[in-house]
């Protein structure tokens, strides 16, 4: 794509910064002429190929893949009351198969429970199906009326993993609840982006389930993404479609439920956690190039560096690493701009004096600049790789914590809003955490709150001084 040249937008106006790197690092073009759908760059979809291959690594430990079709009958999907509410004004529906007006219209799935679940019905027929535990990673579409955005919020989910399980018993599938949330917790310490989990309120809660855990990340504004959900889904899903199962005691039962989502909303959270001025800092575990050589070619020696680099290059190759030479006929310092720009972790740099001294000087994304020995390089190069991404998650979680604020006042919070999360106490009742989102213009984002930064205790109300629990407040996208 166009190799343009200037600096990006602060970070501090985050929108704007996060738009123009969208574009710029090659991550996706959003001129496709219909609203809320966006096209993957080359660039990007290396980026999420590699982000979902380290999903599905860590899904296919206790899930299997599969896939099941994109249209819904109404009939189906008309099912389930709640999740018909839910979703209601947000589904497509196919009205015709080229001029013949369908008899029963069909929704492009929004989520697919409505599909997935009358197939587990005909698959569940006995205790010994059970569990049963499969994902796939499609796209979903929902007619989202909110501020469509790239990455964040879309029409067409175009990387929706979704993952659908059946359980003998509500227990069985509370246990996958925490399952998914440890797996969940794996696949975004390995992308360097801290977590807080809480429980959404009830008013919150996925469409159908019985309670919904979330999982939210902070920007660097101070409002929370969420980026992960996993619902307990009891068993009123396997009520309205009927899966049952024959137990040890040749007694029919309803099974219990899960169901698990992540979405590119992963991608957008690596972009804008670890992102600087300079555009992406991607974690070595998904960029697409992890280390990029640059020649330095002054005066005669340009084949004899040309020929060491050709050689580092295929070495480090060798030992599984991301790499590309940037033998452009261009001034180092543009090449540094575009491989910063881009995200790449490491850039290794070799010049006449590096051949003398038999060595390399290596610069991590941070700046963070070591000399290496040229012998075992790909050794040393992995090291490097660890510590830029020890780095790059304790610059994140730095911001994390500094921006979580607990408050005991109305006004504190309204305050600290500005660019914070915050940590009250709320009683439990809803006319509560309706005037406190009313008076601070937030929303209340879950109890029971699961982050090492927060300490989940009682305490007064913030509202109404009653006994109250640790909850957490704030503004999302
Ligand atoms: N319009 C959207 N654009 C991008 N990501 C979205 C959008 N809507 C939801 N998501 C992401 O998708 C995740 C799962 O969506 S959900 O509605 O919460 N849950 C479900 O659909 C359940 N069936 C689990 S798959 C959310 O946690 C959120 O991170
Ligand atoms: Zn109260």
Redesign the pocket.
């Known amino acids: 794509m166009a190799e343009e040249t200037g600096a990006l937008p602060s970070r501090s106006d985050f929108s704007a910064w996060y738009n123009e790197v969208i574009r710029r690092a090659d991550i996706m073009d959003v001129r496709y002429p219909v609203k809320g759908l966006y096209v993957w760059y080359p660039f990007g979809f290396a980026l999420r190929n590699h982000t979902y291959t380290l999903l599905r690594s860590l899904l296919n430990r206790d899930h299997e893949e599969t896939l099941f079709p994109l249209l819904i009958p109404e009939t189906e999907f008309m099912k389930e009351a709640e999740h018909i509410k839910g979703f209601e004004d947000e589904v497509y529906w196919v009205t015709h198969g080229g001029l013949s007006p369908l008899d029963v219209k069909l929704a492009l799935r929004p989520?697919?429970?409505t599909a997935i679940y009358p197939m587990y019905a005909l698959w569940v027929r006995s205790h010994a199906d059970l569990p049963l535990k499969l994902y796939q990673v499609v796209n979903t579409f929902?007619y989202?009326t909110k501020h469509t955005r790239p990455l964040?919020?879309?029409?067409e989910?175009t990387s929706?993993m979704?993952?659908h399980t059946v359980h003998t018993d509500w227990d069985d599938a509370n246990k996958q609840v925490e399952y998914e949330l440890g797996l969940a917790s794996e696949f975004y310490r390995e992308l360097g982006v801290p977590i807080i989990i809480s429980r959404r309120p009830d008013w919150d809660k996925?469409p159908g389930a019985d309670f919904t855990m979330?999982i939210d990340a902070v920007m660097p504004d101070g409002r929370t993404l969420?980026?992960?959900?996993v619902?307990h889904l009891g068993d009123h899903f396997s009520t309205t479609y009927n899966i049952t199962y024959e137990d040890v005691n040749g007694e029919q039962k309803l099974a219990s439920q899960t169901?698990?989502?992540?979405?590119?909303?992963c991608i957008a959270a690596i972009i804008a956690v670890h992102g600087d001025d300079k555009g992406l800092v991607l974690p070595a575990t998904v960029a697409p190039t992890q280390v990029v050589i640059i020649p330095i070619i002054v005066g005669k020696r340009g084949e004899e560096i040309m020929a060491a680099v050709e050689k580092l290059e295929s070495e480090l190759k060798a030992a599984g690493l991301r790499v590309k030479t940037d033998a452009r006929d261009m001034r180092p310092g543009a090449k540094y701009y575009h491989w910063e720009l881009h995200g790449v972790p490491l850039r290794v740099e070799l010049g006449p004096r590096d051949l003398d001294n038999s060595q390399l000087v290596c610069a991590n994304r941070l700046g963070i600049k070591t000399t290496i020995p040229r012998e075992n390089a790909a050794e040393s190069v992995k090291r490097l790789l660890d510590e830029a991404h020890d780095q790059i998650l304790d610059k994140a979680e730095e911001h994390l914590s500094s921006h979580l604020k607990t408050v005991t006042t109305v006004e504190a919070c309204n305050e600290m809003l500005e660019e914070n999360i915050v940590v009250v106490h709320w009683c439990g009742e809803k006319a509560c955490a309706d005037k406190l989102e009313e008076l601070t213009n937030s929303s209340l984002l879950g109890t029971g709150v699961r982050s090492k930064y927060v300490v989940d205790d009682d305490g007064p109300c913030i509202i109404c001084g009653k006994a109250g629990k640790t909850a957490l407040v704030g503004r999302s996208y």
């Not at 964040?152 to 029409?155: E, K, Q, S």
């Open positions: 989520t697919s429970e929902r989202e964040i919020r879309l029409r989910i929706f979704e993952s996925f979330a969420q980026i992960g959900t619902h169901c698990f989502g992540i979405s590119e909303r």
